[in-house]
Structure formats: structure tokens, C-alpha cells
């Protein structure tokens, strides 16, 4: 028998110096799967980005990886570039060369422009197209790279909207399950008062009953928008102030949203969604994308390769893949249970009826759990930014605790990473494509179990459809929750639950989190005592 190839034999950093135990069988098991979709439910620490790159190259034809979050691009970018990989992003990861040096005439140099806002977006010819565009450049590469990693939303538009990166023998789904929410996201779409006021002079929809009435609607707006697009395109050819530009591109964006809404198929929902100001907006979402997924995602690759430590056959299920098209190999973690454990610490049930005494106590039990540990940094889960103010406001340890909002993320979180103890991260949001390895984070308190949302139409849409969805979309984002601070065998993170919803919901959800998660989790009458400090 041939010797199954050393890291170094296939190129790979030499960072990968060896195989760790059972991971080279996982790879050519996978490999020699007789199905097309080969899925595996890898915890932490199991090596995933180097054995589907393993994968990849040893599969061999051309490979494509798709990941869910920036962070996770920039990982696989890093430590595999030492075996070809090409990275691409969408238009506004690189900046607009030719308004850098000063082509365009009606924008100035200093202004900080990408290239998804570039002025060859609105008609207008830019000679670095065909050589010296970042974007373009790199696009010509990736069309003929033999592994080449993206992010769901640029692959999506690029093979919708554009000509695509190239045919491909087999496509890797990384964070598996994020992919229907990555095609409902993708297909869903928003049209603004504003913009039919503004763009095409009509009046704002009536609000049709049914699906085939706002079909009807969008295609004959869509003929009227489309000359529209072509005469300000060539009215910013003609003359290309900055404001030509502008609604050159704003009858584009309307024209894609059109267009989607033409193209329902299958089950959608629509409401109108007013903002605190007033503004009216028509929201369309399709309540299960799975009937777009081959189209739009997979687009008949022959061997599609999904990760993700939470992935399992209610995942395959909602993406419309059943058995026995697929191979499922679920990996035990190799972290010690009693280095990971998930405890559920009674306090209060936590939900929008909890009474604010209820909330009182919650606030409490966490102020005792910091209390404890304030040798240490920790993370709060709070699910909404409202109970993460309310937490931060009435607790004792106030000025202990960092919170970001939508607009600054990821600065609060490198300002967390890099603060002393005690500081705690209090976030409704750092719940996938986070690491908080050792000593940026030793515990974690998850002050809600996070059920979906179900206020807006689409989820309650779901959620009728579906008994199991909302509390398999818990789970997967509790597990997920649960992995921000455990990133190696050494490595330490207590997590402590203070929603008494624990009580019933692992044992009724327990069938869709991995069974290396709920080796680690137990309830507990009292607050544990903390183990010893890294």
C-alpha cells in the first residue's frame, strides 16, 4: 500500500509538520466517499482548514472554499498560501485605483472609494479594467487558480451577476451551518419607498396579496428601470459628476432587487417594515431557499465537501439534501471534557415575559459568577444588545465591562483581546468566527438560550412550518457560543448558563448538538467553583 503523503510532501506550511492521530484515514475517507456531499461535524481543534485543503489537493481538478465571516477567509488565506491559494473578495475589499491616481476628474484623490463604488460601475471606461484594477486583477487570477478561497456572498454574486470564477471540480462549504441562511440572505431583498419615489417616479406599491401579483408588479417595473439604468449610464458617460455616478449605480441596485422579486419561486413572505423614522420599506424573504441552493450555490460541482462543528442531518435536510446522497462522519473533540464543561447554573427563565424582578436576579447570579473570577477575562452572551445595556447598567461590575454595537465590532474586541483582567466582553453577536484562545477568555456566561427571533413573518413562517427549526437554530448557535473560548487541548473555558429554558431544551434539543458538546454539559445546583487560572 502507498504511504499516505506527510504534510510537506503536498506543500502545505511547515507549520503542518505531521498528522495528528486518525486525521489522515479522515481525509482519505472522505476522499474515496461514494456519495457526492461528504459531511463532517469537526469540533475545535480537529485541524479542519488543513484537512479539506488536503482534500482539495489531493481530489484533483480545480477547488473552490467558502467561508462564512472575514475572519475565517483571512485564517485559510494565512496558512495556506504556501500551496497556491488564491484569495478574492467582493469590490469593496480593494480600493479604487483609478480615483487614487486621479483618472476621474469628479472625484477627488483624498476620497476614500472602492472598487464597488468605482465609476466603471456606472458605464464609465476605465482602462485599468483590462490591467492594473485590484478587483479585475485579482478576478483573472482566481478564474484560473487551482484552489482559490471566497466567502459565500462574493461567490454567490459573482456567479449571478457576473461571469464567474470558472468551472470547478469540487467546492468546500466551511461553517456548513450558516448555508441556508447564506442563500436566504442572498435571495431575500429590500425595496425602499425612496427609491420607487426617486428612481422611477411611480407610486409606492399597494401591497399585493399574493405571490404572483408582486411578480407581475416587479416585471413591469423592471422594463421601465431598465431603460432608466441605460440612459443614466449614458448620461455619466456624457458627463460623469459624482451624482450621475451615483444614480448610475442606485438604478442598478434597484434593478437586482426587481429582479429577485420577479424571480420568486416556491414560498415567500413579504411585509412592509416601517424604520423609527417612518421610512417604509417592502421586505421579501423565501421561508426554505433549499430549492435554490444547487442553482445558486453548488452549480453542479461533483463533490461538495461540508464542515462545521455543529453540522448535522437536520442541516443537510435544510439545505434539500437527503440521504443517501451524502456521508456524515461526526469527530469526538479531543479536548478534555473537564477543560470545556457547559453548566447550567439555575437563576431565572429568560425571555420577553421575564418580570423585572426575574431580570434582577439574572443580573445578580452574573455579578456572582464575575465576582468569582476576577483574576480572569470573560464573555457574556446576552442574544440582544437591549439585555446587554440592561446588564451593563444595573450590574456591580459595570466598569469592568466592554460593549461594542453594530458599527464597531471588531475594535471593541481586539481592545478586549489585549485589556488585562477582569474585563468581560458583554455581546449579543461574537458567536461564530470568534477566537478567544487562553487567556482572553476563561469563561463564558450565556445569559439566554438564543432561540430565533420569530417576530418578523419569514421566521414565524419557519417556525409553523417546522416544529424543530427554531430550537435546532438554538442549538446550533449555542454550541457555536459555547467555542469562542476553547481553541486547543491546553486551553481552558468554563461555560456557565443562567437561563433556566436549559432545563428543557437540551433535553428536547439535545438530537441536533454534537455529541462531543453534550458529553460536556451538566447542571449543577450552585455556582461552581472556578478551576485554577491558566
Given at each position: 500500500?502507498?504511504?499516505?503523503?506527510?504534510?510537506?510532501?503536498?506543500g502545505?506550511?511547515?507549520?503542518?509538520?505531521?498528522?495528528?492521530?486518525?486525521?489522515?484515514?479522515a481525509?482519505?475517507?472522505?476522499?474515496?466517499?461514494?456519495?457526492?456531499?461528504?459531511?463532517?461535524?469537526?469540533?475545535?481543534?480537529?485541524?479542519?482548514?488543513?484537512?479539506?485543503?488536503?482534500?482539495?489537493?489531493?481530489?484533483?481538478?480545480?477547488?473552490?472554499?467558502?467561508?462564512?465571516?472575514?475572519?475565517?477567509?483571512?485564517?485559510?488565506?494565512?496558512?495556506?498560501?504556501?500551496?497556491?491559494?488564491?484569495?478574492?473578495?467582493?469590490?469593496?475589499?480593494?480600493?479604487?485605483?483609478?480615483?487614487?491616481?486621479?483618472?476621474?476628474?469628479?472625484?477627488?484623490?483624498?476620497?476614500?472609494?472602492?472598487?464597488?463604488?468605482?465609476?466603471?460601475?456606472?458605464?464609465?471606461r476605465?482602462?485599468?479594467?483590462?490591467?492594473?484594477?485590484?478587483?479585475?486583477?485579482?478576478?483573472?487570477?482566481?478564474?484560473?487558480?487551482?484552489?482559490v478561497?471566497?466567502?459565500?456572498?462574493?461567490?454567490?454574486?459573482?456567479?449571478?451577476?457576473?461571469?464567474?470564477?470558472?468551472?470547478?471540480?469540487?467546492?468546500?462549504?466551511?461553517?456548513?451551518?450558516?448555508?441556508?441562511?447564506?442563500?436566504?440572505?442572498?435571495?431575500?431583498?429590500?425595496?425602499?419607498?425612496?427609491?420607487?419615489?426617486?428612481?422611477?417616479?411611480t407610486?409606492?406599491?399597494?401591497?399585493?396579496?399574493?405571490?404572483?401579483?408582486?411578480?407581475?408588479?416587479?416585471?413591469?417595473?423592471?422594463m421601465?428601470?431598465?431603460?432608466?439604468?441605460?440612459?443614466?449610464?449614458?448620461?455619466?458617460?456624457?458627463?460623469?459628476?459624482?451624482?450621475?455616478?451615483?444614480?448610475?449605480?442606485?438604478?442598478?441596485?434597484?434593478?437586482?432587487?426587481?429582479?429577485?422579486?420577479?424571480?420568486?419561486?416556491?414560498?415567500?413572505?413579504?411585509?412592509?417594515?416601517?424604520?423609527?423614522?417612518g421610512?417604509?420599506?417592502?421586505?421579501?424573504?423565501?421561508?426554505?431557499?433549499?430549492?435554490?441552493?444547487?442553482?445558486?450555490l453548488?452549480?453542479?460541482?461533483?463533490?461538495?465537501?461540508v464542515?462545521?462543528?455543529?453540522?448535522?442531518?437536520?442541516?443537510?435536510?435544510?439545505?434539500?439534501?437527503?440521504?443517501?446522497?451524502?456521508?456524515?462522519?461526526?469527530?469526538?473533540?479531543?479536548?478534555?471534557?473537564?477543560?470545556?464543561?457547559?453548566?447550567?447554573?439555575?437563576?431565572?427563565?429568560?425571555?420577553?415575559?421575564?418580570?423585572?424582578?426575574?431580570?434582577?436576579?439574572?443580573v445578580?447570579?452574573?455579578?456572582?459568577?464575575?465576582?468569582?473570577?476576577?483574576?480572569?477575562?470573560?464573555?457574556?452572551?446576552?442574544?440582544?444588545?437591549?439585555?446587554?445595556?440592561?446588564?451593563?447598567?444595573?450590574?456591580?461590575?459595570?466598569?469592568?465591562?466592554?460593549?461594542?454595537?453594530?458599527?464597531?465590532?471588531?475594535?471593541?474586541?481586539?481592545?478586549?483581546?489585549?485589556?488585562?483582567?477582569?474585563?468581560?466582553?458583554?455581546?449579543?453577536?461574537?458567536?461564530?468566527?470568534?477566537?478567544?484562545?487562553?487567556?482572553?477568555?476563561?469563561?463564558?456566561?450565556?445569559?439566554?438560550?438564543?432561540?430565533?427571533?420569530?417576530?418578523?413573518?419569514?421566521?414565524?413562517?419557519?417556525?409553523?412550518?417546522?416544529?424543530?427549526?427554531?430550537?435546532?437554530?438554538?442549538?446550533?448557535?449555542?454550541?457555536?457560543?459555547?467555542?469562542?473560548?476553547m481553541?486547543?487541548?491546553?486551553?481552558?473555558?468554563?461555560?456557565?448558563?443562567?437561563?433556566d429554558?436549559?432545563?428543557?431544551?437540551?433535553?428536547?434539543?439535545?438530537r441536533?448538538?454534537?455529541?462531543?458538546?453534550?458529553?460536556?454539559?451538566?447542571?449543577?445546583?450552585?455556582?461552581?467553583?472556578?478551576?485554577?487560572?491558566?
Amino acid at each position: 500500500m502507498i504511504p499516505f503523503p506527510q504534510p510537506a510532501d503536498l506543500g502545505l506550511d511547515p507549520k503542518f509538520q505531521s498528522w495528528w492521530p486518525g486525521q489522515a484515514e479522515a481525509i482519505v475517507q472522505s476522499i474515496d466517499a461514494p456519495t457526492r456531499f461528504s459531511v463532517q461535524c469537526m469540533p475545535t481543534g480537529s485541524g479542519k482548514t488543513v484537512m479539506y485543503v488536503t482534500q482539495a489537493l489531493l481530489h484533483g481538478g480545480r477547488a473552490v472554499i467558502l467561508t462564512s465571516t472575514k475572519g475565517l477567509q483571512d485564517q485559510v488565506k494565512r496558512e495556506h498560501k504556501a500551496v497556491g491559494l488564491v484569495d478574492i473578495r467582493g469590490k469593496n475589499a480593494y480600493p479604487c485605483r483609478g480615483v487614487e491616481e486621479g483618472m476621474f476628474d469628479v472625484i477627488k484623490v483624498s476620497d476614500d472609494v472602492s472598487c464597488e463604488e468605482g465609476p466603471c460601475h456606472a458605464g464609465i471606461r476605465c482602462g485599468l479594467k483590462d490591467a492594473g484594477c485590484r478587483y479585475y486583477d485579482q478576478i483573472k487570477v482566481a478564474r484560473i487558480g487551482g484552489l482559490v478561497s471566497t466567502n459565500y456572498k462574493m461567490w454567490l454574486t459573482i456567479n449571478k451577476y457576473g461571469e464567474g470564477l470558472g468551472n470547478f471540480d469540487l467546492i468546500v462549504l466551511d461553517e456548513a451551518h450558516n448555508v441556508m441562511d447564506e442563500v436566504a440572505g442572498f435571495l431575500a431583498t429590500e425595496i425602499e419607498e425612496w427609491e420607487i419615489g426617486y428612481l422611477t417616479q411611480t407610486k409606492w406599491p399597494k401591497g399585493w396579496e399574493t405571490q404572483e401579483e408582486w411578480r407581475n408588479w416587479a416585471g413591469v417595473m423592471l422594463m421601465s428601470v431598465r431603460d432608466k439604468l441605460q440612459s443614466s449610464i449614458d448620461n455619466a458617460a456624457i458627463k460623469p459628476t459624482k451624482d450621475n455616478i451615483k444614480k448610475a449605480r442606485r438604478y442598478r441596485d434597484l434593478e437586482r432587487k426587481l429582479e429577485s422579486v420577479a424571480g420568486m419561486r416556491g414560498e415567500w413572505i413579504w411585509e412592509e417594515i416601517k424604520d423609527n423614522k417612518g421610512a417604509r420599506k417592502w421586505g421579501f424573504d423565501p421561508v426554505w431557499p433549499a430549492h435554490y441552493v444547487e442553482k445558486v450555490l453548488l452549480r453542479g460541482i461533483r463533490k461538495v465537501v461540508v464542515v462545521s462543528a455543529t453540522v448535522t442531518a437536520k442541516t443537510m435536510e435544510l439545505v434539500g439534501v437527503a440521504q443517501p446522497d451524502y456521508s456524515l462522519w461526526e469527530w469526538p473533540s479531543k479536548f478534555p471534557v473537564d477543560r470545556r464543561p457547559v453548566i447550567w447554573v439555575p437563576t431565572t427563565r429568560v425571555d420577553h415575559n421575564s418580570s423585572p424582578l426575574q431580570m434582577v436576579s439574572w443580573v445578580d447570579r452574573i455579578d456572582q459568577i464575575i465576582g468569582a473570577r476576577r483574576d480572569r477575562k470573560g464573555i457574556i452572551h446576552t442574544v440582544s444588545y437591549a439585555r446587554a445595556k440592561f446588564l451593563q447598567e444595573r450590574s456591580e461590575h459595570k466598569h469592568l465591562m466592554m460593549m461594542h454595537d453594530t458599527r464597531n465590532t471588531a475594535q471593541v474586541v481586539e481592545e478586549f483581546k489585549r485589556s488585562e483582567p477582569p474585563m468581560v466582553l458583554v455581546s449579543p453577536s461574537v458567536t461564530t468566527g470568534w477566537d478567544f484562545p487562553y487567556d482572553q477568555c476563561e469563561y463564558q456566561i450565556i445569559g439566554k438560550i438564543p432561540f430565533p427571533d420569530r417576530r418578523s413573518k419569514v421566521l414565524q413562517a419557519r417556525t409553523n412550518n417546522d416544529k424543530d427549526w427554531s430550537n435546532y437554530v438554538a442549538m446550533q448557535t449555542l454550541v457555536q457560543m459555547c467555542g469562542r473560548g476553547m481553541r486547543a487541548g491546553d486551553d481552558r473555558c468554563e461555560c456557565l448558563i443562567v437561563d433556566d429554558h436549559a432545563e428543557w431544551f437540551v433535553r428536547k434539543a439535545g438530537r441536533f448538538a454534537p455529541k462531543w458538546w453534550m458529553e460536556a454539559y451538566k447542571p449543577t445546583a450552585t455556582i461552581p467553583s472556578p478551576p485554577p487560572k491558566l
